[in-house]
Structures are given as C-alpha cells and as structure tokens.
C-alpha cells in the first residue's frame, strides 16, 4: 500500500497568491483529515470528511481557506489568498473510520512557505 | 474544553535509563492513541489503547492507559539514541473520528 500521498512535497509561493494542496488517501479508508502544524501552536486540525462529506471545519482558520473532496480518493486545500503567517506544513491524514479503532495515517506533509 | 496535556515537554536522558511519559486527557474516552514524530518527518502511529487497564509493548516502549484516571503512560526502558524523536498522545471522543493532540514530548537520548 503506497499510504496517504500528498503533493507538493514543498511550497513556496508569495503573499497574496492562491495555494492548491493535493491529498489522495489510503484505499478503503472513509475518513480524511487535514492538519496544520507550526512550532507555535503545535498540530492543529482544520477539516475532516467522513465518506466525502465535511463532518468538522470548525479549525478552518478563516474564509480564505476551503476545502474539498469531490471523491474518496481526492481532497484539496486551498488557500486564497496566502499570507505569511499561513505558513506552516500541512498533514493530510486518513483513517478507515470505524468505531473501536480510528487510528490515522498520516501523509508526508506539505511544507509551504508564504514570502 | 477538550484538551490534552502531556508532560514533561522536553526530555534530555541519557542512554540505558529509564523514563515515563504521561498524558492526561480532559474527557472520558477509551481510545488513546501514542505517535512518534522524527525531525522533519512526518507522524508514524506507535500504540492505540482501546480499553481501561490496557498495556500494549514495542522493543523499549510500552503503553498503558487507565481510563478512571483519564491518563496514559508512555515507557521507555534503558533508551537508545534512536528513540530520539517527538511523541505526541491524543484521544478520541466518542461518536466522532476526530484525534485531540497533546503538544508532544521532545525526546533526547544522548551517549
């Protein structure tokens, strides 16, 4: 199994442009999660999807950011527009969902960088 | 408030002894979950505890949780530099798939 895959690997863009990240799951698993993490607020979870469909955004920082699932292998952030203080690296995560043990997978993560 | 405190925060200790990790969790659950977290890496799952009492072992670490308690415990036996690394615990509340972090416990291991 090839585990949770994200891309880019790195980012670096500047401020005020749109960022796309990618995030394709581990086959089979129903639940996908994003997760944001810095030194100064630790690993923070922004979204997660359960069968496709938002189940908690409420760690979705503001409105410039959004996030989708148009299938239960794909799902995307985007940040529009990027500040500075968006930086950070983003972990997609994925899990089968199932009660008694949801243990999540972790993706690489994406290290973005916002000049 | 749902919320995760782990302590110590940073450890230093040297190789072959010996150390605890706690994790206290602010409500009930019987779902705790430890993750290692190398520099620059991503986090790699070590230990899920399913139930009160519950005790689960891999090489130098072993696991234990106690749900009355709300806490669980990480343990290190006589520790190599390859431990070296972040650990982080996070529950599991019920009815929902999400994981509430702890801020993590450095981990240095030195000669």
């Known amino acids: 199994d090839a585990g949770v895959i994200q891309s880019p690997r790195h980012e670096v863009t500047e401020m005020g442009q749109e960022v796309t990240l990618r995030c394709k799951p581990i086959?089979?698993?129903?639940?996908l999660f994003w997760y944001r993490q810095t030194m100064m607020r630790g690993l923070e979870l922004l979204i997660y999807?359960?069968?496709?469909?938002?189940?908690?955004d409420s760690g979705m920082p503001e409105d410039r950011f959004s996030a989708k699932m148009p299938n239960a292998s794909f799902s995307t952030l985007k940040i529009q527009p990027s500040e500075p203080r968006d930086s950070a690296v983003y972990f997609c995560?994925?899990?089968?969902?199932?009660?008694?043990?949801?243990?999540?997978?972790f993706g690489p993560g994406t290290r973005l960088t916002v000049l | 408030e749902l919320k995760v405190e782990q302590n110590p925060l940073f450890l230093s200790m040297q190789e072959g002894k010996n150390y605890t990790i706690y994790c206290n969790y602010s409500?009930?659950?019987?779902?705790l979950y430890w993750y290692r977290q190398d520099p620059g890496k991503s986090l790699e799952s070590l230990f899920v505890?399913?139930?009160?009492?519950a005790v689960k072992q891999e090489g130098r670490l072993m696991a234990s949780l106690d749900t009355k308690a709300r806490l669980s415990t990480l343990h290190i036996t006589a520790a190599v530099h390859d431990l070296s690394a972040t650990y982080f615990c996070?529950?599991?509340?019920?009815?929902?798939?999400?994981?509430?972090f702890g801020t993590g416990t450095r981990l240095q291991v030195f000669p």
């Open positions: 999807f359960n069968n496709n469909v938002p189940i908690d």
């Open positions: 086959s089979g698993h129903n639940s």
């Open positions: 505890l399913l139930s009160n009492g």
């Open positions: 996070a529950f599991s509340t019920y009815n929902t798939d999400k994981l509430i």
């Open positions: 409500t009930t659950s019987d779902r």
């Open positions: 995560a994925s899990s089968l969902g199932l009660e008694g043990s949801d243990t999540q997978y």
